[in-house]
């Protein structure tokens, strides 16, 4: 039985994470490894976090985004 599931999931939680967060992404997406899949919980940013965040989901089906009210550690 075969599953479309990646073999990896990364869990990237992020706060306000704008100045790095391209770069973050980037270094997932340039991995060698294909099998993966991200998810991007957004905790309720206020500056470009989510945008940048559902400009790469828009590219990359593999990345996936949620959002949240900003309660902290996700």
Not at 13 to 36: A, H, M, P
């Given at each position: 039985?075969?599953?479309?599931?990646?073999?990896?999931?990364?869990?990237?939680?992020?706060?306000?994470?704008e100045?790095?967060?391209?770069?973050?992404?980037?270094?997932?997406?340039?991995?060698?490894?294909?099998?993966?899949?991200?998810i991007?919980?957004?905790?309720?940013?206020?500056?470009?976090?989510?945008?940048?965040?559902?400009?790469?989901a828009?590219?990359?089906?593999?990345?996936?985004?949620?959002?949240?009210?900003?309660?902290?550690?996700?």
């Amino acid at each position: 039985m075969e599953s479309n599931k990646p073999l990896i999931s990364v869990l990237l939680c992020v706060f306000n994470g704008e100045r790095y967060l391209k770069e973050s992404i980037e270094s997932i997406i340039n991995q060698t490894f294909k099998d993966w899949e991200m998810i991007a919980i957004d905790d309720g940013s206020n500056d470009r976090t989510l945008e940048i965040l559902r400009t790469y989901a828009l590219k990359d089906t593999r990345v996936k985004v949620y959002t949240q009210e900003n309660i902290g550690l996700t």
